[in-house]
């Protein structure tokens, strides 16, 4: 088992590296994410290190096509690759997205990243 620490501020986040096998954060700014994923690294942190994105679409429709370029066109997976992140998940349940459409939208970018959906 592994415990992984949800951390935000520096000092959470060099408790992260200390005491967990690895760290959760955010990624409302990726200039911000960056300089968390250096502050557990400094820390001496070494574990996985897990990046979560907030897809929002003020006063936008959540279709399939908005979606994937929200993820690919914005660079989401690029900038996550880039600032050292090892996992990144993708969080569709604080914008009201009911569960089917949910699945559309990740079948969707299965099909533009050529995963199996």
Known sequence: MAL???????????RAARIGDGFITVALDWDETLTKIWWYQDAGGTGTVVVNTIPAYPGTPITPATFTDAML??????RAAKADADEMHLTLNLKPVDPDSQVELLEALAAKLGLPS
């Not at 992984?4 to 060099?14: D, P, S, V």
């Not at 066109?73 to 690029?78: A, E, N, P, R």
């Open 73 to 78: 066109t914005d660079l989401d997976l690029d």
């Open 4 to 14: 992984f620490i949800g951390a935000l501020t520096r000092h959470t986040i060099e």
